[in-house]
């Protein structure tokens, strides 16, 4: 394999648990609700699935706990929001530190855990021949980067294509007119919310139990949860562009890496191989590109123009003004 | 002749809200193939009677016939299944959708899968069969707001409604746009369909309605009259209880000096797209300049320009000698100018404060109020409880919540504080919409003492009525431009309604 395609085939493997959490928060901020706490959702999903699979010695009954685990988190950010009304990215970051806080103590001695069992890999015959695309995409993969590829178009034609999408288009977008016509905006709330939650914790799992095996408190899901709330920004609350977001930020990781294995380029000396304390810029790269994303999102004037949902981040309440 | 038949009959209902009764048994009735006009005054309770039928409140008492049969409508769904669908002012449209998706939004056919093209066909035939012209493709946002309202009318079509409410539909359209709707609505009643229209203006009633039920208070005052050989009068007269003046007495005056001068200001909208595209204008003091124009095309970014609310990307204004240009709000009211803004109680009021606190936000900072840096609360009294005298405003006391005080009191509060620091330019932005007759007429005289008081008044308004009734010139924006500007007395209203429509 070549210097690009490890980069891609790792990215393609490291995106996978990013898709899912991407999608996971692009569905529930299409109906409206913003939840800020990914990456407490994730490291609750990635510590339940880890800590099942480790007790039980069975990785499926593990990801179905961390799917659990994050479906959980999330109802309770959906009561705040949606019942009580309170302010998402208050409620978002407060689920954030709950969950984080959660999943270290909860993890406490996972760290050592032997003989966990990890899911199943497998490659696709005849497709992982292909030049380039066959070892980044079909060598060798974890059953859920699989799981990856079926979930993109499938959320692409729910989303557009059928009447529960439409549905769900029209609770972010106006909830005062998707009520009017007898629709529940509220349990669809609840439902768009708690597969957001299901999904983070799919993404924890998938880490835990598949992509990079193993418990290493905070760093297992390494601020993922952020970058993933950023890429939904990125690809304007689009599942296509979502996922190739997710592939190519998973790849900017490993690029990050793999960048300073190498001498020279044209000829030129790199200086990341010869300063290792230039390294950290490397390594922030991803995370400066989420800051950015982030930035950009806060503006509710540059929102509105990249097609935001527009009621995102507003409480319904049947006959108010001022509510969309 | 046999007896024709009820489509919707309403008996002794009820509705109470917390410390109001809404509807005081009430009786309505609506035929075949009729328009049944509904008329009142805010607060009359025109609204809660539809909205129960539309299901979106439950009667407390009474009972509910459709074709005969009792009733029971639970939610907004079972209304359409009952064949009655609701039109509301505010449109609920999704914008960023279709006009097909947005008709079959919420439909329980198709269950799963989206069939659009077969959706789009019949949304194309219902739109041939009613004179509703619209691109059953075209995305929401793309559309007139005559058009938006067609496709909120095809939306209860699509799901079979027999019965259409209307509320107050002709409020957002221009005369040529209401033109066409009531040729619909006549088309639609042709085909057997019946039509509850609400409306408090008089003239409409009189051109539309085949019978007209007038209520007052919660209470029935004329129970399905007809209103051929009515005048407006006589409609007025039963819905507010007195005789109203309809002629204002308007002054004649010269204008003054040019007092607010806009030049070529460039503006951009909540989106980030260009909302004023170099508009300029001047009013005059002792002059009140109407600017008519179909909501959208600029108004509120004109408003918010002078107003300091908004920055202005290229251009200048001036009142008098100063220079407002991009100054800060506070320092541009100091310069003379009063704001009675659009939105009553989100941004002229500070809903959750009392009434004094409100009357006395453009001037706690200075003398007598200010004490150095403390407030004298017994001065603010007094004043507050001058200008409530004044004013005429009727709350239980200056400590009254002002989010608790009705659409007409609220307004009055804006217009004590605006007016009460005598300012050279009064901006009002639709400062009578949603008001009964009698507040407009209140609302109508105090803007006129302004203009005779020699301060030049602004007044943005949709209602061409109001414009025509009250402002000595009238300005007609279009796409974030002045296109055209004449003398009231010399107003042709044909050309204004072509002007407002963007026709040259």
């Given at each position: ?39 407490g959702m994730m490291l609750m999903g990635a510590v339940a699935a880890y800590g099942t699979a480790a007790a039980t010695g069975d990785a499926w009954l593990g990801l179905l706990a961390g799917m659990l685990a994050g479906g959980f988190l999330s109802l309770l950010h959906a009561v705040v929001v949606i019942s009580l009304r309170a302010d998402q990215v208050v409620s978002g970051l407060a689920l954030t530190f709950l969950g984080a ?121 390494s601020g993922y949860g952020w970058i993933a709330i950023a890429l939904v920004i990125f690809a304007q609350w689009d599942p296509v562009r979502a996922a190739v977001g997710a592939y190519l930020f998973g790849s900017l990781r490993r690029f990050t890496l793999d960048a300073q294995g190498i001498q020279n380029v044209f000829g030129i000396a790199n200086p990341f191989f010869y300063d290792r304390n230039l390294q950290f810029f490397l ?42 | ?120 066909k019949r949304v194309a035939e219902l739109s041939k069969q009613f004179g509703l012209h619209v691109d059953p493709r075209a995305h929401v946002w793309q559309l007139s707001v005559g058009e938006q309202q067609r496709v909120e009318i095809l939306k209860m079509l699509y799901r079979g409604a027999n019965i259409l409410i209307l509320d107050e539909p002709t409020a957002v359209l221009t005369p040529l746009e209401a033109r066409e709707l ?323």
């Open positions: 394999m070549n210097f690009w395609a490890n980069i891609f085939s790792a990215g393609v493997s490291n995106g996978t648990a990013l898709l899912f959490a991407t999608m996971g928060e692009l569905l529930a901020e299409r109906a409206g609700v913003l939840n800020l706490g990914v990456e806080g959660l999943a270290l103590v909860l993890g406490e001695g996972l760290a050592s855990a032997r003989g966990v069992p990890t899911l199943p890999i497998y490659s696709i015959p005849l497709l992982d021949q292909m030049p380039f695309f066959g070892p980044v995409f079909f060598d060798n993969k974890s059953v859920l980067v699989f799981v990856g590829y079926l979930l993109i178009p499938i959320l692409w034609f729910y989303i557009y294509r059928t009447r529960a999408g439409l549905h769900l288009r029209a609770v972010g977008e106006y909830p005062a007119a998707a009520d009017s016509l007898g629709i529940d905006v509220y349990a669809l709330r609840y439902f768009y919310v708690l597969a957001g939650g299901v999904l983070a914790g799919l993404a924890g799992g998938a880490i835990t139990l598949s992509i990079t095996p193993g418990w290493f408190s905070e760093f297992t899901t390594e922030m790269l991803p995370y400066a590109l989420t800051i950015l994303a982030l930035l950009i999102g806060s503006r509710a004037a540059i929102r509105k123009r990249l097609g935001a949902p527009a009621a995102l981040g507003l409480p319904f309440v049947r006959g108010e003004r001022g509510t969309l | 002749m046999s007896e024709p038949t009820n489509v919707i009959a309403m008996k002794q209902i009820v509705k109470r809200f917390p410390g109001v009764l809404a509807n005081d048994h009430v009786d309505f009735d609506l035929r075949r193939g009729e328009i049944h006009a509904l008329l009142g005054e805010n607060g009359a309770g025109k609204s809660t009677l539809t909205n129960i039928l539309a299901g979106l409140y439950r009667a407390d008492e009474g009972q509910i016939f459709i074709n005969g049969q009792r009733a029971d409508i639970g939610s907004p769904r079972d209304a359409i299944a009952y064949g009655i669908g609701m039109i509301y002012q505010h449109f609920m449209l999704v914008p960023s959708q279709t006009v097909t998706e947005n008709i079959i939004l919420g439909l329980d056919e198709p269950r799963f899968f989206l069939n659009l093209p077969q959706a789009e009531f040729a619909t609505l006549r088309s639609m009643i042709a085909q057997g369909r019946s039509i509850i229209f609400i409306s408090h203006h008089l003239d409409e009633i009189l051109e539309i309605a085949d019978r007209v039920t007038v209520m007052q208070k919660g209470r029935v005052t004329a129970a399905g009259v007809s209103p051929k050989g009515m005048t407006k009068n006589d409609l007025a007269r039963l819905m507010v209880g007195r005789e109203i003046v309809f002629a204002l007495e308007k002054k004649k005056m010269d204008a003054g000096a040019v007092a607010l001068k806009i030049e070529r200001a460039r503006a951009l909208n909540d989106r980030g797209l260009p909302a004023l595209r170099d508009l300029s204008l001047e009013v005059r003091a002792h002059e009140i300049l109407g600017v008519a124009g179909v909501a959208g095309n600029g108004q509120r970014e004109l408003s918010q320009v002078i107003t300091g609310l908004r920055p202005l990307v290229s251009g200048r204004i001036h009142l008098g000698a100063y220079d407002l240009t991009n100054k800060a709000p506070g320092e541009i009211h100091e310069l003379g100018v009063g704001h009675v803004p659009e939105d009553r109680l989100g941004t002229g009021l500070a809903s959750g404060l009392s009434v004094m606190h409100n009357l006395i936000l453009r001037r706690y900072k200075q003398a007598p109020i200010a004490q150095g840096i403390a407030i004298n609360w017994h001065t603010a009294r007094k004043v507050s409880e001058n200008l409530v005298t004044t004013f005429e405003i009727a709350t239980p006391g200056v400590d009254t919540r002002v989010g608790a005080l009705s659409g007409g009191n609220t307004q009055k509060v804006i217009l004590a504080r605006e007016i009460s620091t005598r300012p050279d330019l009064l901006v009002a932005v639709h400062p009578t919409r949603g008001l009964d007759v009698g507040a407009t007429e209140a609302v109508q005289k105090l803007l006129l003492q302004q203009r005779e008081a020699g301060a030049a008044v602004l007044l943005i308004s949709e209602d061409l009525d109001e414009i025509l009734a009250i402002s000595d010139r009238i300005a007609v924006i279009y796409d974030g431009q002045i296109v055209g500007e004449m003398r009231t007395d010399e107003a042709d209203i044909e050309k204004i309604g072509l002007l407002m429509a963007g026709a040259n």
